[in-house]
């Protein structure tokens, strides 16, 4: 079994890390938000860095190696502030990230990616080679490709009886891909169930959306068509390249990383709009769930609400305190957000 080394943000290329032998695993909330993170961070600060924070500040390091941070946001910058001090798993980088896609901030994520590497080389006495980058890139473009057939299919009603797609997809970014990979071919060689009827909804959220929000919306009677998050749809696009030198690969992973769909930090409000609109025709409406106190969502959030309203769209906005269960009051705003949509 591959040591594990967790990471926070889907800009930081999984490859890298396992070429080099290790699990990328991503970090997500596991379960109530504790007063410990709040003796650590302002009440009114994001609630998902607070949660994540609450599992690690009484000592489990969860079986990590280390954690990768990247400059995602100003959320992260003080989550890594308080775990250098505060939480015993080693954070082996901190590593720049370009807030545009240009030429010069390729390069520049490109060199950053290049001391990630030399920082991880010199701390485990491992060398990273072309043939395993190579091998752990053409991993994950298969991961991909299956994904793709995964959404296609979700997006039509089609998945096979049983599967927990929330689940699933947590599942894809905490286990080995090769043996995620075999389990995703298994699924799609199964028999779809009939699609069913009720709203068609998209999911927006900002890390994930709680598989308990879209279980608890199948079961009031709407669909969920589409996912927006980190763990979804808001993933690479375009496969690179496993060709050529460790630095070949590194330019091509910046490049493609770089691409990927834009979240808000990204600055490029008409591309995030493109993004999010690709299913208009497929939707009856939107449900925001963002983090409470996560500020580039929540500012973001009038804007992209405008731009639905004008295509028809009706938008419901929940806050996440980051509590692994949905409250009563966001229960019963569901219920009446999908009522609204039957008429």
């Known amino acids: 079994m591959r040591p594990k080394i967790g990471y926070f943000c889907p800009y930081l290329p999984k490859e890298i890390v396992y070429a080099l032998g290790f699990l990328p695993v991503r970090l997500l909330p596991r379960g109530e938000q504790e007063a410990e993170a709040t003796a650590f961070l302002p009440r009114n600060f994001c609630s998902l860095v607070k949660a994540i924070l609450a599992d690690f500040i009484g000592g489990d390091d969860h079986g990590l190696e280390g954690v990768i941070f990247l400059d995602a946001c100003d959320g992260y910058r003080r989550l890594h502030d308080v775990w250098r001090e505060f939480v015993p798993v080693e954070v082996l980088d901190f590593v720049a990230l370009p807030r545009l896609e240009t030429p010069l901030a390729q390069e520049r994520y ?35 490709r299956l994904l793709r057939t995964l959404h296609e299919r979700e997006r039509h009603g089609a998945l096979p009886a049983g599967v927990d797609y929330g689940e699933l997809m947590v599942q894809v970014y905490s286990r080995d891909p090769e043996l995620m990979n075999r389990r995703l071919e298994a699924i799609l060689e199964e028999d779809g169930a009939n699609g069913a009827g009720g709203p068609r909804l998209m999911l927006v959220g900002s890390i994930r959306v709680k598989p308990e929000l879209r279980r608890t919306i199948e079961e009031l009677g709407g669909r969920v068509v589409a996912e927006d998050s980190c763990l979804d749809l808001r993933e690479l696009v375009d496969e690179v390249n496993p060709e050529g030198s460790v630095d070949d690969i590194l330019r091509d992973l910046a490049a493609r990383y770089l691409s990927i769909p834009p979240c808000p930090r990204m600055r490029d409000l008409r591309g995030r709009l493109a993004h999010l609109l690709r299913a208009d025709g497929h939707l009856d409406g939107v449900v925001c769930c963002y983090y409470k106190f996560c500020d580039l969502f929540l500012a973001e959030f009038p804007l992209i609400r405008e731009e639905l309203r004008k295509r028809g769209l009706p938008v419901l906005l929940l806050e ?24």
């Open 320 to 343: 996440d305190e980051g509590q692994p269960k949905l409250s009563g009051q966001a229960l019963t705003r569901i219920e009446a957000f999908l009522e609204m949509l039957r008429q």
């Open 110 to 144: 490109h060199q950053a990616l290049r001391l990630l590497v030399r920082r991880l080389e010199e701390r485990f006495e491992r060398e990273l080679t072309a043939e395993a980058l190579g091998q752990a890139v053409m991993i994950y473009n298969h991961q991909r």
